[in-house]
């Protein structure tokens, strides 16, 4: 099975690739969002509206998504369960 979640607005991601799903409130991460715009390593998959959640992937780059972190963590989190159900049917 893939790994493909809806990270909203019909973007998907391969969440086999998620390292965190983070909040974008804190100063840090305010910094590291503004670092990886400048280094061209952020994908923005907002369609305009506020950042609600930073994705982190295992190749450094940042998805910002305007889906809160728990929907997003539950989303991958139900995923995950389905395709262990499917590997357990096979």
């Known amino acids: 099975m893939n790994g493909l979640v ?9 969440s086999r690739k998620i390292v965190a799903i983070i909040s974008p409130e804190a100063a840090p991460v305010k910094r590291m969002v503004q670092t990886a715009k400048d280094n061209g390593t952020a994908v923005d998959a907002t369609c305009g509206r506020k950042t609600r959640a930073v994705i982190v ?5 940042l998805v910002l ?3 809160l972190p728990e929907t997003i ?3 991958v989190n139900s995923k ?7 590997d357990d049917d096979e």
Do not use: V, Y
Request: charged share 25%; aromatic share 4%.
């Open 65 to 67: 998504s305007a889906l």
């Open 57 to 61: 992937t295992d190749n450094d780059h």
């Open 73 to 75: 963590a539950n989303r």
């Open 6 to 14: 809806n990270i909203g607005f019909g973007n998907i991601i391969n």
């Open 80 to 86: 995950d369960e389905m395709d262990q159900k499917g």
